[in-house]
């Protein structure tokens, strides 16, 4: 089975552009979380979605930073503008039940440089 | 949710069997434990997780103590590609149905050969 795709894998750019990842949550799942992790701060949880409605957003750092749940099968995080310190690896990871003890499924992340 | 506590490192020898210590001393009834690892440059990759009884399943077996104030993830046969980074996660419902994950500095396992 698939597991949760994540893209692009590896992004750099100058500060000030815009920078859009992607997520794609395993089939069937209905909720959708969004992480960043860095050497300061560890793992942190953004956001999260359930059934493609944002319950949580508490995370997000700024509102340079928004996500959108356009599908069942596919979220994105967007930075605009982006800035040196927003460069980290930013997860995304999906649970079948929406409300369940379940376990999230990470992806492999996007490692995001911020030039 | 309630904190966790674990080791920073440990060193487990290759084909011994790793028992990695958490503790969860203000763990309340409904709060679950869970097991995450993540190997460098990779996603966390959920293990285990149990209430109150103790869980196995072909990665790991979870004990908890009866108090529920620690426990123990044990991986039977430590292999070199075990070497990773693991969390003990303990999470409630909010009320949500989020049971949301909050990640500490878990422990550095390195298996040895």
């Known amino acids: 089975d698939a597991g949760v795709i994540q893209s692009p894998r590896h992004e750099v750019t100058e500060m000030g552009q815009e920078v859009t990842l992607r997520c794609k949550p395993i089939s069937g799942h209905n909720s959708l979380f969004w992480y960043r992790q860095t050497m300061m701060r560890g793992l942190e949880l953004l956001i999260y979605f359930n059934n493609n409605v944002p319950i949580d957003d508490s995370g997000m750092p700024e509102d340079r930073f928004s996500a959108k749940m356009p599908n069942a099968s596919f979220s994105t995080l967007k930075i605009q503008p982006s800035e040196p310190r927003d460069s980290a690896v930013y997860f995304c990871?999906?649970?079948?039940?929406?409300?369940?003890?379940?376990?999230?499924?990470f992806g492999d992340g996007t490692r995001l440089s911020i030039l | 949710d309630a904190k966790t506590t674990q080791p920073p490192s440990m060193d487990c020898a290759e084909g011994r069997a790793a028992n990695l210590p958490c503790n969860h001393s203000t763990i309340s009834g409904n709060e679950y434990v869970y097991w995450y690892r993540q190997i460098h440059s990779q996603g966390p990759q959920y293990i285990i997780h149990?209430?109150?009884n103790n869980e196995t399943n072909e990665m790991a077996s979870l004990i908890i103590t009866e108090d529920r104030k620690s426990s123990t993830l044990i991986l039977p046969h430590a292999t070199l590609r075990d070497t990773a980074v693991y969390y003990c996660i303990v999470s409630r419902d909010s009320g949500a149905g989020s049971y949301q994950l909050t990640f500490g500095k878990g422990t550095k396992l390195s298996v040895i050969p």
């Open positions: 149990g209430l109150k």
């Open positions: 990871a999906s649970r079948r039940d929406s409300y369940s003890n379940q376990p999230q499924h």
